[in-house]
C-alpha cells in the first residue's frame, strides 16, 4: 500500500517538477525529499527517466556517487580521497577513458550498436562493479556463482531509447557550486548496525544504509560512526550488552 500510495503522489506531482526543473540535480532533490527515498533509489529512479522522454537532459550533466562506487574509487586512487572531488574524478575518468584504455592496452569498442563511450552513469556503476568483484575475489569463502538465465540478444536487436537522439540532449547544464546543494548529494542516513568487528586494534560495525540494499552494507569505524550517528552505536551496544548479560544468566 505504501509504494502504491507513493506512485499516486509521484502521478500527481512528479509531472510538473520535471516541467519546472533547470537541472537533473532539482530532480533528483525533488525525488530526495521522500523519506523513502535515498541517494541510491533517487539515482536510479532519475535514471530510468532518463529513458523516457519526460525528461532530457545531457548524459553528462550529473552523477551520484553512492556507497559502493565511492569504494570503488578508493580501490583505484590510493591516497584518501575527498567527497567534495569524487564527480570531479568521475568527471574525469570520463573524459579521458580513451587514453586509458588505450594506455592499458584495452580495446573498447563502446556501447551499443552506436559505440558510445562511457557516460557519468557508467562510469559509477562500473566503480560499484569493481568493489564488488574485488571483495569477491578477497572471499575466504566462495559465494553464490553466477548463473546466466538465458543467452544475450544479438547486437543487431539491440536498440538505445529514441528519447536519447532528443537535440536537447546535446545542451550540457551542470549546477554551478554555488547552486547546488552540496549536503543533499552526501547524505547518508543509518538505517541500522548488524554487527561489529576489531581489525587491527579498530572496532568497527556493519552498517545498512537507508535507501540502499543489503549488499551496500558496510564496515565503518567507530570513531567516524560516533560522529555522524552516536544514538544508533549507543542503542547497538545496548542490545549487545543486554545479549551478554541474557548469555551469562543462562550460563549460571
Known amino acids: 500500500m505504501n509504494h502504491l500510495a507513493f506512485l499516486e503522489v509521484l502521478m500527481r506531482e512528479l509531472p510538473a517538477q520535471l516541467r519546472d526543473a533547470k537541472y537533473l540535480a532539482d530532480v533528483f532533490e525533488y525525488l530526495l525529499t521522500y523519506k523513502s527515498m535515498g541517494d541510491f533509489t533517487a539515482y536510479q529512479l532519475l535514471l530510468n527517466l532518463s529513458y523516457s522522454d519526460v525528461i532530457h537532459f545531457s548524459e553528462h550533466d550529473f552523477v551520484v556517487i553512492g556507497l559502493g562506487s565511492r569504494r570503488g574509487l578508493q580501490r583505484c586512487i590510493r591516497d584518501a580521497i575527498p567527497r567534495s572531488v569524487e564527480v570531479d574524478i568521475v568527471r574525469w575518468m570520463q573524459i579521458t577513458q580513451h587514453e586509458h584504455f588505450e594506455r592499458l592496452g584495452i580495446k573498447f569498442n563502446g556501447l551499443g550498436p552506436n559505440r558510445l563511450p562511457m557516460m557519468l552513469c557508467d562510469i559509477e556503476h562500473t566503480l560499484c562493479e569493481l568493489d564488488k568483484y574485488i571483495r569477491q575475489c578477497t572471499k575466504k569463502s566462495p559465494g553464490r556463482t553466477f548463473v546466466p538465465s538465458g543467452k544475450l540478444g544479438k547486437l543487431g536487436k539491440i536498440r538505445l531509447p529514441k ?90
Not at 208 to 229: C, H, I, Q, R, V
Request: charged share 30%.
Open 163 to 252: 528519447a536519447w537522439s532528443n537535440k536537447s540532449r546535446l545542451v550540457l547544464r551542470i549546477k554551478s557550486q554555488t547552486e547546488a546543494e552540496a549536503e543533499v548529494l552526501e547524505k547518508f542516513t543509518v538505517e541500522s548496525i548488524q554487527g561489529h568487528r576489531v581489525v587491527d586494534g579498530v572496532r568497527e560495525f556493519h552498517v545498512f544504509w537507508e535507501g540502499y540494499s543489503e549488499d551496500e552494507a558496510t564496515w565503518e569505524p567507530e570513531d567516524s560512526l560516533m560522529e555522524d550517528a552516536p544514538g544508533v552505536v549507543h542503542a547497538y551496544l545496548k542490545t549487545i550488552q543486554g545479549r551478554v548479560s541474557s548469555l551469562r544468566l543462562s550460563e549460571r
